[in-house]
C-alpha cells in the first residue's frame, strides 16, 4: 500500500501536505482501496470553515457514502473541479490528481500532531 | 445467541481468488472481486459467472403437483411445457408476495423451485403447510450449489461446457458432467443472454472454474444489484414485499386472474376493481447527484409522496436510478419528482421500465 513519506495522516485515511500555510487533503491510497469504485464526490464549500476531527465532505462508492474528515482546523479556499466529472481520480490517484481541497489552517502547529507515515504504517498493517 | 454465518462451497475458492465479502442475510458472500464497475461491465460486454449457491432448490413431484401448483403459485403453469421455465410468485391470502421464484418444469409431474435465499425456510414451511396427497416436496437447497454464466459470450462458454448450443430463453434442462446430473436454465437477472447452472455441491468449483476458464469474469452481489437494478427486476425484501401485491408492482403479466383458483386469487380480484393504491414506478436522475439509494423520500411539488426501495448509480447509464411506490397518477412516464437524498432534493423524472435495454435483448 503506497503511504507517500512527505505526508500526515489521521487515523480516518485522510493524508495532508502543507503548501505554506496551506494545506491539501484527500484521502490514502488504503481508503480507496477499501471504498472501489468512488462514482461522485460531494466537496466542502469554498468559505466553508471546518474542524478538525469533523466531517468536511463525503465520498461515494457504489455500495456505501463515506465521511470524510478535516484533518485540520481552517477554511476551505479551493476544491478539486476535475472530480465532478471524474470522481475515479481519487481511486486511480489518490495522492496527487485525486485530491479533495484546499485548506487555510488557523492553527498549522495542528500538524504537528497528525500521524506520521511510519504511524499510519503501522495502523494499516 | 450465536451469530450464524452460512457460506457457499465456493467461499475458500472464491477468498483466493480476491473476493470481498459481506453479509448478505445469514450468509457471507462475495460483493464484489475487483470492481463492482468492472464487473458489471464484464457481463453487459463479454461475460460473468455469479455464486447463487446461497439461493433455494425446492422441488415437487407426484401426480397432483401440477394442479397443487397452480393452487400455490399465481402464474398459469398450463404455460409451462417440460422444459420450460416461468416467472411466478407464492402470494398470501391478501394477494402479497411471499416469495418471487422461477420454476422449471422438468417432467410432466416434476418441478423445481428457484427461491431466494432469505426465504428458503419460510417458502419450504408454507409450502409444507399446505401439501396435499399426492404431492412431494423435497427442499435439496442444502446438498445443491448454483451459479450464473451472464453476457453476450455465454452462448459460446455453454457451448464449451456442454458441448451443444444453447436452448432458448426461459429452457431448462437435465445434462451430464463428471457422471452427476446439472441442471441448465436459460434464465437470468441480468437481461443478457446467459444460463443458470443448478448441481450438486460437489461440482460447484469444477463449474466456477471452468466458466472463469472459458472467460467468464467472477462477479459478487455488487454487480448483481447494479444489473438487476437498471433492468428494473425487482428485489423481494426491498421491491416486493407480503403488503404488496404483483398488480403494485407492476407485474400483473405475471399473474393468471383467469385461474379458476390459486392462494391471493380473490384479494386481487378485489384490488383490480377498486384500482391499486400504488404503483412501482422506475425513476432516473435528470440532474447531477450523488447515488439515489433505499428509503430516500420521494417528492411531488415539495410534498413527500413516496420512499425509494432500491437506488444506485446505473453503470450502464452513467445515472442515478431508483424504484419506488408511488401514487398512480405519479407514477407516469414523464413524471417530475425530486429525490431528498440526504438532505437536498435532486431532480428525478418516471421512465418505462426497463431503463437500460441490452443489445441482444429478447421481450421475455
Known amino acids: ?125 | 445467541m450465536p451469530e450464524i454465518i452460512r457460506r457457499t462451497a465456493l467461499f475458500d475458492l472464491q477468498k483466493s481468488q480476491g473476493a470481498r465479502c459481506i453479509k448478505f442475510g445469514d450468509w457471507e458472500m462475495p460483493v464484489q472481486f475487483t470492481s463492482i464497475l468492472d464487473e458489471h461491465q464484464a457481463v453487459r460486454t463479454s461475460c460473468g459467472v455469479f455464486d447463487i449457491s446461497h439461493m433455494g432448490e425446492i422441488f415437487v413431484s407426484g401426480p397432483q403437483a401440477m394442479r397443487w401448483l397452480q393452487h400455490m403459485l399465481a402464474n398459469d403453469l398450463a404455460k409451462c411445457a417440460v422444459g420450460d421455465a416461468q416467472y411466478t410468485f407464492l402470494l398470501n391470502e391478501r394477494g402479497g408476495v411471499i416469495d418471487d421464484l422461477i420454476v422449471y418444469r422438468l417432467a410432466e409431474d416434476n418441478f423445481l423451485l428457484l427461491v431466494n435465499a432469505a426465504k428458503i425456510e419460510e417458502d419450504a414451511a408454507w409450502l409444507d403447510g399446505h401439501r396435499e396427497e399426492g404431492v412431494t416436496i423435497d427442499d435439496r437447497s442444502e446438498t445443491m450449489g448454483a451459479i450464473a454464466v451472464q453476457g453476450p459470450e455465454a452462448p459460446r462458454i455453454f457451448r464449451e461446457l456442454f458441448g451443444g448450443e444453447i436452448p432458448s430463453r426461459n429452457k431448462a434442462l437435465a445434462l451430464h458432467r463428471c457422471s452427476a446430473m446439472v441442471i441448465a436454465a436459460t434464465t437470468g437477472y441480468t437481461g443478457e443472454a446467459g444460463f443458470e447452472l443448478f448441481f450438486p455441491t460437489s461440482l460447484a468449483a469444477d463449474l466456477w472454474q471452468s466458466a472463469i476458464n472459458a472467460g467468464a469474469k467472477p462477479c459478487g452481489l455488487g454487480a448483481r444489484d447494479t444489473l438487476r437494478l437498471e433492468m428494473c427486476y425487482p428485489l423481494n425484501g426491498s421491491d416486493l414485499s407480503p403488503d404488496r401485491t404483483p398488480l403494485e408492482a407492476g407485474l400483473g403479466i405475471f399473474v393468471a386472474l383467469d385461474k379458476p383458483d390459486f392462494i391471493g386469487r380473490d384479494a386481487l380480484l378485489a384490488q383490480r376493481e377498486r384500482g391499486v393504491p400504488a404503483k412501482l414506478a422506475a425513476l432516473r436522475m435528470t440532474e447531477k447527484s450523488p447515488p439515489p439509494r433505499a428509503h430516500y423520500p420521494v417528492l411531488a411539488d415539495g410534498k413527500r409522496v413516496g420512499e425509494t426501495t432500491s437506488g444506485a448509480l446505473a453503470p450502464s447509464l452513467g445515472e442515478g436510478v431508483a424504484l419506488a411506490y408511488l401514487p398512480p397518477d405519479l407514477a407516469k412516464p414523464g413524471q417530475s419528482l425530486t429525490i431528498d437524498i440526504r438532505g437536498r432534493n435532486f431532480a428525478a423524472v418516471v421512465e418505462k421500465k426497463p431503463l437500460y435495454r441490452p443489445s441482444l435483448w429478447l421481450p421475455a
Open chain 1, 1 to 125: 500500500m503506497n503511504v507517500p513519506d512527505n505526508l500526515k495522516y489521521t487515523e480516518t485515511h485522510e493524508w495532508i501536505r502543507l503548501e505554506g500555510d496551506a494545506g491539501i487533503v484527500g484521502i490514502t491510497d488504503h481508503a480507496q482501496n477499501e471504498l472501489t469504485d468512488i462514482v461522485y464526490v460531494d466537496p466542502p464549500k469554498v468559505g466553508a470553515k471546518v474542524t478538525a476531527g469533523q466531517p468536511a465532505a463525503v465520498v461515494e462508492s457504489v455500495k456505501a457514502a463515506s465521511d470524510i474528515y478535516s484533518p485540520v482546523d481552517g477554511e476551505v479556499i479551493e476544491v478539486n473541479a476535475a472530480l465532478a466529472a471524474d470522481p475515479a481520480l481519487v481511486n486511480t490517484s489518490p495522492f496527487a490528481d485525486g485530491w479533495l481541497f484546499k485548506v487555510r489552517l488557523t492553527d498549522p502547529s495542528q500538524v504537528g500532531a497528525l500521524k506520521s507515515p511510519e504511524d499510519y504504517r503501522t495502523q494499516i498493517g
